[in-house]
């Protein structure tokens, strides 16, 4: 285990970045000719501590059962382990452990949620007018989703009739709020919005945003994968109904995810998958359901995964959220003013001095996204590149593509050097022309001194 | 790094007979789902069947250097060529892009192509350079070329088609 200080709000010392960096046997890997590995894309997925790996093995090598089933021991033990996981996770967000469901992933969580609304038939009894959606009715989004938070509601339009509407992204990366009152009207039956993007590290207000959606009787949808991994989320007060996040970007394994939502909503909402464990009786003519959050849970479950994902919150716990949070921040404040010295590379998103989230994405100047990212890649720098799953943001932007690092608590200052020294080499490289430009990678964070005059497009377009 | 060749930094800022040219008899539009970059691919064909040749490929590219300078090669490589030559070109350049890097990629059939060889060492990096290509058989497929002698394409990339003017 790591230096943990006592001190609740200390920031982490380079020692206990260093020792918890001990944790993840990945990190200490070499990438291309033996290059030490400079992980910088925890967005897409972050490693997993062996705490983590453990518990995943533990369960196996220990208890394996199918849960809720049988009445032998281990099948007792492994049912207490799922169970305890799940009010890990709950408390952690500071919700009760019967409001959270385990999924695969948080897209099967939104699935879930997007599927109840089709599922709920208008000739059900007793039916909650909450989840049945027609023509007339309304979904709103914003134009900054990841699709995992977008197409969803799109095919759900398509079930129902129902029409898909979004809120704008402004050019500072921040949401067109101006125009919330003519989107979100007494048609709008869900808001849904992500709580910080994974392209421009932008922060929602979800609580006045919850609130200007609960004032039209609108449900509140928050996809939380960014979030809950990087800053302090409780549920009890964040104003939203349903969050949706991923166990695998929270130090967890893949192949969990987590759908929150309300005891009250979850109580009337329709089954999305249907089967095994999840009924309460059956007959060859029709079932009934079990109570939230079984109800949702078809099927044996993830065990392992739930039972990892809960180590992975007790680990993220013995260190503090709000520490990772500030040492997250630091990164990224510390790249920002790295790229903010090259006047060739354009940061979309907010500002800086703005709080942002864990993700920084960039164009360079006359260089393709992923023509940046081979170039770090040859310098053993793991970044994403594309248009990372949010593609209608992108042509927002007005960009086929950037270039992404985020960040996760394992992460150092002198990777935000690697990585700026290595962007250096691009414009070079693709012999962009850098007039004026006086490279000095020996400066703190390997920045660029001197303006730079630029030819060229942010992507390459031949015509 | 070797992946980025002269040849490739030459095609891609200047890439060789781009621009939408008419008349052609297939127009596609092929995108790589995980990055977005597009071409829209035109082609014009003369005289019909096994006789026929590619008499143009004009074309709209964007994205990556890899993917703008392969379909700049493709262009310049097929271009005047009988449509048989033109798919052996193709079945070379694929063949040579999926092999890992164990192909170094004959010049007599691919020409510039070679310069792509170390593409291969990149699977991430093959689709962009196939883009261009996929989106050449496809056009052929839709101008009524019988690309059967070609096994099926390693591309994923999306596309859309609009018949154009007979020439």
């Given at each position: 285990?790591?230096?943990?200080?006592?001190?609740?709000?200390?920031?982490?010392?380079?020692?206990?970045?260093?020792?918890?960096?001990?944790?993840?046997?990945?990190?200490?890997?070499?990438?291309?000719?033996?290059?030490?590995?400079?992980?910088l894309d925890s967005g897409a997925?972050?490693?997993?501590?062996?705490?983590?790996?453990?518990?995943?093995?533990?369960?196996?090598?220990?208890?394996?059962?199918?849960?809720?089933?049988?009445?032998?021991?281990?099948?007792?033990?492994?049912?207490?382990?799922?169970?305890?996981?799940?009010?890990?996770?709950?408390?952690?967000?500071?919700?009760?452990?019967?409001?959270?469901?385990?999924?695969?992933?948080?897209?099967?969580?939104?699935?879930?949620?997007?599927?109840?609304?089709?599922?709920?038939?208008?000739?059900?009894?007793?039916?909650?007018?909450?989840?049945?959606?027609?023509?007339?009715?309304?979904?709103?989004v914003t134009e900054m989703e990841h699709h995992a938070n977008l197409?969803?509601?799109?095919?759900?339009?398509?079930?129902?009739?129902?029409?898909?509407?979004w809120v704008p992204v402004r050019a500072d990366g921040s949401l067109e709020v101006s125009d919330?009152?003519?989107?979100?009207?007494?048609?709008?039956?869900?808001?849904?919005f992500t709580h910080v993007s994974n392209v421009l590290g932008t922060i929602n207000p979800?609580?006045?945003?919850?609130?200007?959606?609960?004032?039209?009787?609108?449900?509140?949808?928050?996809d939380?994968c960014q979030s809950?991994?990087h800053l302090?989320?409780?549920?009890?007060?964040?104003?939203?109904?349903?969050?949706?996040?991923?166990?695998?970007k929270?130090?967890?394994?893949?192949?969990?995810?987590?759908?929150?939502?309300?005891?009250?909503?979850?109580?009337?909402?329709?089954?999305?998958?249907?089967?095994?464990?999840?009924?309460?009786?059956?007959?060859?003519?029709?079932?009934?359901?079990?109570?939230?959050?079984?109800?949702?849970?078809?099927?044996?479950?993830?065990?392992?995964?739930?039972?990892?994902?809960?180590?992975?919150?007790?680990?993220?716990?013995?260190?503090?959220?709000?520490?990772?949070?500030?040492?997250e921040s630091a990164l990224v404040d510390a790249l920002m003013t790295g790229l903010a010295a090259r006047p060739w590379v354009r940061v979309v998103g907010p500002p800086p001095g703005t709080p942002r989230g864990g993700a920084v994405a960039f164009l360079v100047d006359g260089v393709h996204a992923h023509d940046v990212g081979q170039v770090l890649d040859?310098?053993?720098v793991a970044v994403r590149v594309g248009h990372h799953c949010a593609w209608p943001l992108h042509r927002a932007l007005g960009a086929a593509a950037t270039t992404r690092a985020s960040f996760a608590?394992?992460n150092?200052?002198?990777?935000v050097?690697?990585l700026l020294?290595a962007l250096d080499?691009v414009p070079?490289?693709f012999?962009v022309?850098?007039?004026?430009?006086?490279?000095?990678?020996?400066?703190?964070l390997?920045a660029t001194?001197?303006?730079a005059?630029l030819r060229g497009e942010s992507t390459r377009e031949?015509? | 790094?070797?992946?980025?060749?002269?040849?490739?930094?030459?095609?891609?800022?200047?890439?060789?007979?781009?621009?939408?040219?008419?008349?052609?008899?297939?127009?596609?539009?092929?995108?790589n789902p995980t990055c977005g970059d597009e071409?829209?691919?035109?082609?014009?064909?003369?005289?019909?069947?096994?006789?026929?040749?590619?008499?143009?490929?004009?074309?709209?590219?964007q994205g990556c250097?890899?993917?703008?300078?392969?379909?700049?090669?493709?262009?310049?490589?097929?271009?005047?060529?009988?449509?048989?030559?033109?798919?052996?070109?193709?079945?070379?350049?694929?063949?040579?892009?999926?092999?890992?890097?164990?192909?170094?990629?004959?010049?007599?059939?691919?020409?510039?192509?070679?310069?792509?060889?170390?593409?291969?060492?990149?699977?991430?990096?093959?689709?962009?350079?196939?883009?261009?290509?996929?989106?050449?058989?496809?056009?052929?497929?839709?101008?009524?070329?019988?690309?059967?002698?070609?096994?099926?394409?390693?591309?994923?990339?999306?596309?859309?088609?609009?018949?154009?003017?007979?020439?």
């Amino acid at each position: 285990m790591p230096l943990r200080s006592s001190r609740v709000n200390a920031p982490l010392s380079d020692r206990e970045v260093a020792a918890l960096r001990g944790e993840f046997p990945v990190l200490t890997r070499t990438v291309r000719d033996d290059q030490p590995l400079v992980y910088l894309d925890s967005g897409a997925t972050s490693h997993k501590p062996t705490t983590v790996l453990d518990a995943e093995r533990s369960f196996y090598e220990q208890h394996n059962a199918a849960v809720h089933r049988g009445a032998h021991q281990l099948a007792e033990e492994a049912t207490d382990d799922f169970e305890a996981a799940r009010a890990t996770i709950a408390a952690f967000i500071g919700a009760p452990a019967d409001e959270v469901v385990f999924t695969k992933n948080a897209t099967e969580a939104l699935n879930l949620v997007a599927y109840a609304f089709s599922n709920a038939s208008p000739t059900d009894e007793p039916k909650d007018a909450r989840f049945v959606l027609g023509p007339g009715d309304e979904i709103l989004v914003t134009e900054m989703e990841h699709h995992a938070n977008l197409v969803p509601w799109q095919e759900l339009c398509r079930r129902t009739g129902a029409t898909l509407r979004w809120v704008p992204v402004r050019a500072d990366g921040s949401l067109e709020v101006s125009d919330l009152d003519a989107l979100l009207t007494d048609r709008t039956k869900v808001f849904a919005f992500t709580h910080v993007s994974n392209v421009l590290g932008t922060i929602n207000p979800v609580t006045e945003l919850a609130e200007r959606a609960h004032a039209v009787g609108a449900l509140v949808v928050v996809d939380a994968c960014q979030s809950v991994p990087h800053l302090a989320v409780d549920v009890a007060t964040l104003g939203a109904d349903f969050i949706a996040f991923s166990g695998h970007k929270l130090y967890g394994p893949m192949g969990i995810g987590v759908l929150w939502g309300r005891a009250e909503l979850l109580e009337v909402m329709p089954a999305f998958l249907t089967g095994g464990s999840m009924i309460e009786t059956v007959t060859m003519e029709r079932s009934t359901y079990a109570p939230a959050p079984q109800k949702f849970e078809a099927g044996v479950p993830n065990a392992a995964q739930a039972i990892g994902l809960a180590a992975a919150v007790t680990w993220v716990e013995a260190i503090g959220i709000d520490r990772i949070a500030a040492h997250e921040s630091a990164l990224v404040d510390a790249l920002m003013t790295g790229l903010a010295a090259r006047p060739w590379v354009r940061v979309v998103g907010p500002p800086p001095g703005t709080p942002r989230g864990g993700a920084v994405a960039f164009l360079v100047d006359g260089v393709h996204a992923h023509d940046v990212g081979q170039v770090l890649d040859d310098a053993g720098v793991a970044v994403r590149v594309g248009h990372h799953c949010a593609w209608p943001l992108h042509r927002a932007l007005g960009a086929a593509a950037t270039t992404r690092a985020s960040f996760a608590v394992y992460n150092t200052l002198d990777e935000v050097g690697v990585l700026l020294r290595a962007l250096d080499r691009v414009p070079a490289i693709f012999g962009v022309d850098l007039t004026e430009t006086d490279t000095d990678t020996d400066t703190d964070l390997g920045a660029t001194d001197g303006a730079a005059a630029l030819r060229g497009e942010s992507t390459r377009e031949a015509s | 790094m070797d992946l980025y060749q002269e040849l490739i930094l030459e095609h891609s800022k200047r890439p060789h007979r781009s621009g939408l040219r008419d008349p052609f008899d297939a127009e596609v539009h092929h995108v790589n789902p995980t990055c977005g970059d597009e071409v829209t691919l035109r082609l014009a064909l003369s005289g019909k069947g096994a006789a026929a040749v590619v008499r143009d490929v004009s074309y709209r590219a964007q994205g990556c250097s890899i993917s703008v300078a392969s379909t700049s090669v493709l262009a310049e490589e097929v271009t005047g060529r009988p449509v048989r030559e033109a798919l052996a070109t193709f079945e070379a350049m694929r063949s040579m892009l999926t092999s890992r890097g164990t192909e170094p990629g004959d010049a007599e059939t691919i020409g510039d192509g070679v310069a792509f060889a170390g593409v291969s060492k990149y699977p991430a990096r093959v689709k962009c350079a196939l883009l261009g290509w996929a989106a050449f058989t496809d056009a052929l497929a839709r101008a009524g070329v019988d690309i059967s002698t070609i096994s099926p394409t390693v591309s994923a990339s999306g596309s859309t088609a609009t018949q154009g003017v007979s020439s």
